[in-house]
């Protein structure tokens, strides 16, 4: 598809890796951005392009609103949708154990499709273009994700009550090749569920495919002092000196983290990925983003599942990692609107391994979303980036592209699927496992 | 106007005042609810009711969709709207002198009618039927709000910065005859901002008229350690010792309480209300709100204002208020979305006097708003109200009625004025202000 955005506010990164609004157009050629830059005589764009003129499918007036790169989910449970406002209210390890276990092992492969489905579409009216995903059954969100046309990165969640290094390989292999749009990482759970001869296989893995590795690190109190008190290290010590991030990879969440955790983290540039909606409603704590930014550690953000959060909103998220930095460190200084937009896009990109969907650029992958900047939140317009992070919300979505594909506009889906028969699915499937 | 909503679900208090949801129609005669129970044939209604048959204007098919009360902003600053995203990052004391009030001072009874205005659309969107406003040239924000048709409720800010006890009065009586939507109390901006002079004729004023006082209580540690070091107490058990609290009232943010703080709003039944997205933003704290609830103290939620939040919407602050109460006490159990929700509406009409506006029933003034639950993230429907308060949008508010008139509906408002030309007018009056 050739797609033609014009009469845009676009969000670029100049060369210092800071944000700009320029005016101007953008050109959508097949998956990827063709033309960033100013507004000019499409002929005069196409002959410094050395391109012939496009034959467009659409040309949208933008009407001075805002494109800017589409957010990164770096750490969810896209299928836990059926979870949502089942089971609030409890601590981490009860909620987890009593509460979502046991439903999920009535998941198969098949009835777990429209749960994901229901995910994909909440990501879509939040600004969502990937999600950086911990999913039962890989190949079958991989092949969910393609087709609705939506762009999935995978890490394994193998542990010690299901699952083997073998099935993570098979997996490794079958997602790296179901679509362009699918991808997957080695990965297991997390220290607490997972023995050490399953951590050491899944290490062999990291270095047979040269592949970065993501785990829940950190992310109570109770799991780092359980694991100090197992192996007299915290689980980013133990992880490290398992050879686990040769190739780079980082953790979920990391609420609790020592000095010695902070300087592998920066030493081997992993990303510490944030859940700030998720870590206060389970009482985990608040992440050091403060520090995690001043060590000049990599930072992603997170919704993590639908069950404990309860929302996949990534404006939710923004504001939160801001705002709880602030009050964490009990300093409003703290932590700029910048830095915040940018885990929330470009940081995201780079933890998924996605160096060409991290900004609006030619060249990259034509993830995009178009913010409706013409709403009471939004104005008046003293400073966009601050209005996206500090009022900004999934309102404010007109328009998700994926891959140069149009999923999501003015609230309607084009994704393969009916709305209503998902609703029903998911409703059917959640009350069939009761009882 | 008679509009009927038909095939709705209706989120209702029950003689426990716990909610439930009933399934059936809600009629609005005039300003009023005329009928909220189960689908029968409008005529077996009319006879039950004693009533002649309605010729409506509208019947609106709810779809199975949820009408529920609007959301009882209980603290905001509505003007302040020009500020948004002006001055972020910066701690309350700082941020209030330098940054807010000199831009303040260029205000006056014409620049600030627009900025108003654009704060109450931003309500709309968000659900929000009324604000409980402390604002600059209060019959001016009462004339605004009874020309959009908003319920305004306003207290005074006087402090010995600028005002009088003289022109308190004025007010007072001035916006309480300007239209049934407007009403005012009595109150000061906070003790750190008043002398004490002043604030003994704020209290002769409260016996005069019996009226409740509100005021900015404990938002701040620091506003608290020098109400200390001048007064020797506290400027809860300094404004109970003046004698504020014969007719009620409270205090908004009541961050940092010591027990006898407690005891009082407990004795008097004052009202906390908590403003979680300011409290972070500006780095001032987490509020005791697990214990203001267990001990009985009415609890209601506001927004504070757009240049400290920076947004005005409900939904957020709900999740914040419960999601923080969790990690401030490390108790994932603590509070429930219940108890959140009925804060959100019930208690916050409690805290204004609009005991008339504090629930859908029949005789209640018509302020209710209808929620989309058929949008990803209100699915699955495993327990409404949950799905409301931990990952509830704006984007599901599809219709928002005040005083028995359709303001906003599919994102399009009727007020009176043309969406542009306010947004034009807010960016205008804030670059005039610069320089």
Tied chains: 1, 2.
């Excluded at 676009?10 to 050109?27: A, K, S, V």
């Excluded at 509460?99 to 429209?114: A, G, Q, V, W």
């Excluded at 709880?324 to 995201?348: H, N, Q, W």
């Excluded at 966009?384 to 999934?394: E, M």
Aim: hydrophobic share 40%.
């Amino acid at each position: 598809m050739n797609i033609r955005f014009y009469n845009a506010k676009i969000l670029t990164l100049n060369e210092q890796e800071q944000f700009e609004i320029i005016r101007g157009e953008l050109w959508v050629n097949g998956d990827s951005i063709r033309y960033v830059g100013e507004s000019k005589k499409p002929a005069e764009i196409c002959a410094e392009l050395k391109l012939e003129m496009p034959v467009w499918e659409r040309e949208i007036d933008v009407k001075g609103n805002l494109l800017m790169p589409g957010f990164k989910n770096a750490h969810a449970h896209t299928y836990m949708t059926f979870l949502r406002s089942y089971a609030d209210d409890l601590p981490l390890q009860e909620w987890l154990y009593q509460m979502c276990f046991p439903k999920e092992d009535k998941l198969d492969t098949e009835n777990i499709r429209p749960l994901e489905v229901l995910g994909i579409m909440e990501y879509l009216t939040s600004g969502i273009t990937t999600s950086f995903d911990m999913c039962y059954f890989p190949p079958v969100y991989a092949q969910v994700a393609a087709q609705c046309g939506f762009r999935a990165v995978q890490v394994s969640g193998v542990n010690s009550f299901g699952g083997s290094a073998a099935v993570v390989e098979e997996n490794y292999l079958k997602v790296n090749e179901t679509s362009d749009l699918t991808s997957f990482m080695i990965g297991f759970h997390a220290e607490y569920t997972t023995k050490m001869d399953l951590m050491k296989e899944i290490a062999d893995l990291a270095h047979k495919y040269k592949s970065p590795v993501f785990l829940h690190n950190s992310e109570t109190q109770n799991e780092v002092k359980e694991c100090l008190e197992r192996y007299g290290k915290t689980p980013t010590q133990l992880t490290e000196e398992l050879g686990m991030y040769e190739y780079g990879g980082g953790g979920y969440h990391c609420v609790y983290f020592d000095d010695k955790d902070f300087e592998i983290f920066k030493k081997r540039q992993l990303t510490a990925v944030t859940c700030p909606a998720s870590n206060l409603k389970l009482a985990s704590g608040i992440a050091p983003l403060k520090r995690f930014v001043e060590e000049g550690i990599p930072v992603a953000i997170g919704t993590d599942g639908p069950a404990s959060n309860n929302s996949l909103d990534m404006f939710k998220e923004m504001f939160l990692a801001s705002a709880l930095a602030k009050v964490r460190e009990m300093d409003a200084e703290c932590i700029s609107a910048d830095k915040i937009l940018y885990m929330a896009t470009t940081g995201g990109a780079h933890a998924m391994g996605l160096d060409n969907c991290d900004r609006l650029a030619a060249g990259k992958k034509a993830d995009l979303i178009m913010i409706d900047l013409q709403q009471p939140n939004m104005q008046p317009e003293n400073n966009i980036v601050k209005n996206l992070v500090y009022s900004g919300s999934k309102q404010n979505v007109k328009l998700t592209m994926v891959n140069g594909k149009i999923l999501y506009e003015d609230q309607k889906f084009s994704i393969g699927f009916e709305p209503a028969d998902i609703y029903k699915e998911a409703n059917r499937i959640i009350r069939s496992m009761e009882g």
